[in-house]
């Protein structure tokens, strides 16, 4: 019997709140970024919200210091970035 997946034993992960310059869509930031090992989770205008292993969070930081995409605030909680960039909040869907 296979042993149950708990909080505990997933991976972590850190969220990102970039500002990205020069972008029209979705589709444009997820081109820029496709060498690196993050998931685009979020765009909105001029900001966007990146998710990223822990253990590559550090890589990607340094990457995103200069260039067309920079980092502004990152956290485990994808709450506190989205507060912190001012993103829209979405409705749930029930």
Not at 2 to 23: E, P, Q, S, V
Not at 24 to 29: A, L, Q, T
Not at 44 to 56: A, P, S, Y
Not at 78 to 89: D, P, T
């Amino acid at each position: 019997m296979a042993k149950k997946l708990t909080k505990a034993l997933r991976g972590k992960r850190r969220w990102i709140g970039c500002f990205c310059d020069g972008f029209d869509s979705r589709k444009d930031v997820n081109n820029y970024l496709c060498d690196l090992p993050v998931k685009l989770y979020d765009f909105e205008g001029d900001k966007c919200i990146l998710l990223v292993k822990l253990e590559d969070y550090e890589h990607v930081r340094q990457k995103l210091s200069t260039g067309r995409v920079t980092t502004h605030t990152s956290s485990g909680k994808i709450k506190l970035v989205r507060e912190r960039m001012g993103f829209a909040r979405m409705p749930r869907k029930r």
